[in-house]
C-alpha cells in the first residue's frame, strides 16, 4: 500500500460538513430522480441478458427452436454479447470524450434497441447470435458513460452510494427477465421466448427518451473550456441556484485545476495508460477487477443455474424458475443494502470481506456438491442451494457495490473513460472465456462435473491475494482529490491551494463589500 498520495481537501469537508440532506434540496432530489430512468437503467439491460440466457434455456420452446444446443454451441449463444462488447470499446473514448456522456449513452442505447428488435425476431441460431453481438456492441457505450456521468453530476457526500446503486440496478433486470420468462414459458409457441426477448430493450427506451433531460457533466464542460456552463451545473444542482455560493466556486476550482494539470500531463491517447508507474498500476487493477468481476464464480450463477441444478439432483423446471426468481430477489435486496451502506466501511474492507467470503463459500460448495453427487447425499444437495444464495451477499459487498465506485475513483477524468473501458475489455473477455468454458466444463459426460468447481476455488484464492497486495483505499475523498492518488503529491497540493485561494479570494471580497456598505452608512 505505499506510493499513495493523501491531502486535506478542503472541498470533502465542507460537502461532509453540510448538514441538510439531498431530499430536502429541490434541484438535487430532480437531479437524482432522473438519474435512476436516465442512467441507473442501463446496468438493467445486463441483468435482462444474464438471466434471458438463464432462463430460456428452460423454456422448451427456445431449446426446440434452436436444436438443443449443447457445448460450444450453446456457449456461443450466450458469449456473442461481450464478444460484441470487445468488438465495440476501443472506440469508447472517442464518442465519450468529445460529444460528452449523454450522447455516448445516446449512441449505446438506441444500438441495443436495434440488436433487441433483432434478437425478439431471430429466425435461427446465427441470426441470434448477430443480435446478441450487436447488444454487446451497445452496452458498454451506455456503461461507460453512464458511470461516468453519474459520478461526475453527484454531490460528493452521495457519490458512492450512487455510482454503487448503479450496479444494483442489474438484479432489477434480472428479476424482471427471470418473471418474464417464468410467466410466458405457458405460452405454447415461440412468443414464450421472444417475448422476454424483446422486453431487454425496454431500459434502452427510458435511456433514449429521458438522458437528454440530464445536465452535462461539468467536468466535460471545463475539459471543452465551457467554463460557464460547467459552473452553473455546479451551482444549480450542488447549491440549489445559488451562484454566489462558497462551496459551487471551491468546487469549480478543484476541477479547473485538477483537469488543467491533467490535461498537462497527458496526451489523452490509449499508450498514455501506461506511461508512468500510477497509471501502470491504475490498468492493472482495472483490469484485475474487471477479470474478477466475471471469475470469480459469479457467471456460472448467472448464466448456467439450470446445469448446476441439473448435476445435484433439481430437475424440474418449474422449481428451478422459482429458485432462480427468488436468488435475483435476494441479490436486489443485497445489492441495494450494500450501496446504501457504502459510505460506512473503507472500499479495502468491503473488497476483502467480499473475497475472502466468496472463496469460503465456494469450498463448502464444492464439498458439498461432491457429497450430493458422488454420496448420493439428499441433505448435501440441499445444502448446496443454500451456499448458491448465500453467494449473493458474499458477491455484493465488494464487486457488486464497489465496482463502478471504484473505478470512477481510481481514474482521473483525463483517463477515466479509457479505464471503465479497459475494465470493461477485461471483463467481457473473462465473460466470453466463462460462458464458453463453464457449459463444457460442467458437463458430467464431456467435461468433468462438479469437479470444475474446484478449479474455481483455486482461481479465487490467487484473486484473494493479488486484492490484498495491489487495491488502495480510495474512501472519504473527492474525485479531484483522488485524481493524484499514486503520483507526485505536489500535484495534489497545486489543486487544494486553487480551492483555498478561491475561498480566501470570496472571504476578502466579502469584506470588502462589508466595509463599503459600512463607510456608506456612516457617511449618510
Known amino acids: 500500500m505505499v506510493g499513495v498520495v493523501q491531502t486535506d481537501n478542503i472541498v470533502h469537508r465542507m ?25 441507473m437503467g442501463i446496468e438493467m439491460t445486463s441483468g435482462f441478458d444474464s438471466q434471458i440466457i438463464n432462463a430460456v434455456q428452460l423454456v422448451p420452446a427456445w431449446t426446440n427452436y434452436f436444436g438443443h444446443p449443447t457445448g460450444g454451441y450453446k456457449g456461443i449463444l450466450a458469449s456473442a454479447l461481450p464478444l460484441g462488447a470487445v468488438i465495440g470499446l476501443p472506440f469508447i473514448p472517442l464518442l465519450n470524450d468529445n460529444l460528452g456522456r449523454r450522447w455516448c449513452v445516446m449512441f449505446g442505447s438506441i444500438t441495443m434497441i436495434i440488436g433487441s ?57 434480472a428479476i424482471v427477465a427471470s418473471a418474464a420468462t417464468y410467466g410466458t414459458q405457458q405460452i405454447p409457441s415461440d412468443w414464450s421466448w421472444r417475448v422476454p426477448s424483446l422486453l431487454q430493450m425496454s431500459p434502452s427506451l427510458l435511456q433514449v427518451a ?40 471551491a468546487e469549480m476550482a478543484e476541477i479547473k485545476t485538477t ?7 497527458s496526451k489523452k491517447s490509449w499508450l498514455d495508460m501506461l506511461s508512468t508507474p500510477g497509471n501502470r498500476r491504475r490498468v492493472i487493477v482495472g483490469s484485475l ?55 460506512k466501511f473503507k472500499r479495502r474492507t468491503m473488497f476483502l470481506t467480499s473475497i475472502f467470503s466468496i472463496l469460503f463459500i465456494y469450498v463448502a460448495w464444492t464439498i458439498s456438491a461432491a457429497e450430493a453427487i458422488v454420496a448420493g447425499s439428499q441433505a448435501a444437495g440441499k445444502l448446496c442451494l443454500f451456499w448458491i444464495y448465500i453467494y449473493q451477499p458474499a458477491y455484493n459487498i465488494g464487486f457488486n457495490a464497489l465496482t463502478y465506485t471504484y473505478l470512477v475513483e481510481i481514474f482521473p477524468y483525463a483517463m477515466r473513460a479509457r479505464g471503465i473501458s479497459i475494465f470493461q475489455f477485461f471483463g467481457k473477455c473473462a465473460q466470453f472465456f466463462g ?20 478449479v474455481y476455488c483455486g482461481w479465487i484464492a490467487i484473486e484473494a491475494v493479488l486484492m490484498w497486495w495491489l487495491w488502495p483505499e480510495t474512501s472519504n475523498r473527492t474525485l479531484e482529490e483522488l485524481a493524484f492518488l499514486f503520483e507526485d503529491e505536489s500535484r495534489a497540493n497545486a489543486a487544494t491551494e486553487a480551492v483555498e485561494k478561491e475561498i480566501h479570494h470570496d472571504v476578502k471580497h466579502h469584506e470588502e463589500a462589508n466595509g463599503s456598505e459600512t463607510n456608506s452608512k456612516d457617511l449618510v
Request: proline share 4%.
Open 435 to 454: 460462458t464458453n468454458v463453464n457449459p463444457v466444463g460442467l458437463d458430467p459426460v464431456t467435461g468433468i462435473g462438479w469437479k470444475f468447481l474446484i
Open 15 to 39: 460537502a461532509m460538513g453540510d448538514k441538510i440532506p439531498w431530499y430536502k434540496k429541490n434541484n438535487l432530489r430532480y437531479l437524482y430522480f432522473m438519474l435512476f430512468p436516465c442512467l
Open 210 to 249: 429521458l438522458v437528454m433531460f440530464l445536465p452535462e457533466s461539468p467536468r466535460f464542460l471545463i475539459s471543452k473550456e465551457r467554463y460557464e456552463e460547467a459552473f452553473q451545473v455546479l451551482y444549480t444542482y450542488h447549491a440549489e441556484g445559488d451562484a454566489d455560493s462558497e462551496f459551487a466556486k
Open 117 to 173: 428488435l433483432i434478437q425478439g425476431f431471430a429466425v435461427n441460431g446465427a441470426m441470434y447470435i448477430v443480435s446478441r453481438l450487436i447488444i454487446g456492441f451497445g452496452l458498454p457505450y451506455a456503461i461507460v458513460a453512464g458511470s461516468s456521468l453519474i459520478g461526475e453530476l453527484a454531490y460528493p457526500k452521495e457519490r458512492a452510494i450512487l455510482t454503487s446503486l448503479f450496479n444494483a440496478a442489474y438484479f432489477v433486470g
Open 259 to 265: 483537469i488543467s494539470i491533467e490535461m498537462e500531463h
Open 289 to 343: 477487477l474487471g477479470i474478477m468481476s466475471q471469475l470469480s464464480g459469479n457467471v456460472v450463477i448467472s448464466y448456467y443455474l439450470g446445469d448446476i441444478l441439473n448435476l445435484i439432483g433439481f430437475t424440474d423446471p418449474n422449481f428451478q424458475a422459482k429458485y432462480n426468481i427468488g436468488n435475483q430477489c435476494l441479490g436486489l435486496v443485497c445489492a441495494v443494502s450494500t450501496a446504501l451502506l457504502v459510505m
